[in-house]
Nanobody
Framework: QVQLVESGGGLVQAGGSLRLSCAAS????????MGWYRQAPGKQRELVAG???????NYAGSVKGRFTISRDNAKNTVYLQMNSLKPEDTAVYYC??????????????WGRGTQVTVSS
């Protein structure tokens, strides 16, 4: 069974930095795209950043220039370096990965989320 486990969330002051990690475990063939989404209270879940298996990155306009997504394919892990954090970045951050199973076709998996709180 495939699992995504996030870590690295927490409370930080505005202007500070946090680094999120998400590791995939279990039995699977290959991980395609990986990404980070976030959901603030009362708002819909939104894409923050995504990265292809080959390393092509894309970002939401609100985080471009402040956040950096990266991945380590050997460790089945995706990272999100968040700098110059703002109170409006406060949300639960979810890891997402499109994974081809050992005996199944590609599907999306989600982590359980990690809380990021930015104080002003």
């Amino acid at each position: 069974q495939v699992q995504l486990v996030e870590s690295g969330g927490g409370l930080v002051q505005a202007g500070g930095s946090l680094r999120l990690s998400c590791a995939a475990s279990g039995s699977f063939f290959v991980i395609n795209a990986m990404g980070w989404y976030r959901q603030a209270p009362g708002k819909q879940r939104e894409l923050v950043a995504g990265i292809s298996r080959g390393g092509t990155e894309n970002y939401a306009g609100s985080v471009k220039g402040r956040f950096t997504i990266s991945r380590d394919n050997a460790k089945n892990t995706v990272y999100l370096q968040m700098n110059s954090l703002k109170p409006e970045d406060t949300a639960v951050y979810y890891c997402n990965a499109n994974i081809v199973g050992t005996y199944t076709s590609a599907r999306d998996y989600w982590g359980r989320g990690t809380q990021v709180t930015v104080s002003s």
